[in-house]
């Protein structure tokens, strides 16, 4: 057997227990990076705060303006809605973080 021979075939044979490890390695899966309820505490939490910091707006401005608390709902409900627009745009994020991750994965088993 020449030198050229047993490097040939000890690269195969190296080729070949990289391809066993490759094959017993469990799959990452789509959403390890952030799990449901992460997910769902980030939202309620966005909502909460833009809730509670229209509030204290509207609160604060009809404490020093001495009106009724018109400001109070007024912003109040801007606090809801901004709060709405931050969890959707949260939860938009998260399915593209998703797809990514299941397209990878497709792409791996073609």
Known sequence: ????????????????IDA?????QPKPRADADVSGGELAWRMV???????????GIGYGLDSLLGTIPIFL?????LGLVAGVKVMLRSAKEAQEKQMAATAAEKDERD
């Open 45 to 55: 939490i966005e909502m909460v705060s833009g809730l509670g910091i229209g509030f």
């Open 20 to 24: 066993a490890k490759k094959a017993k």
């Open 1 to 16: 057997m020449t030198d050229d021979d047993q490097k040939q075939r000890m690269a195969q044979l190296e080729a070949k």
């Open 73 to 77: 709902v007024l912003f109040t409900l």
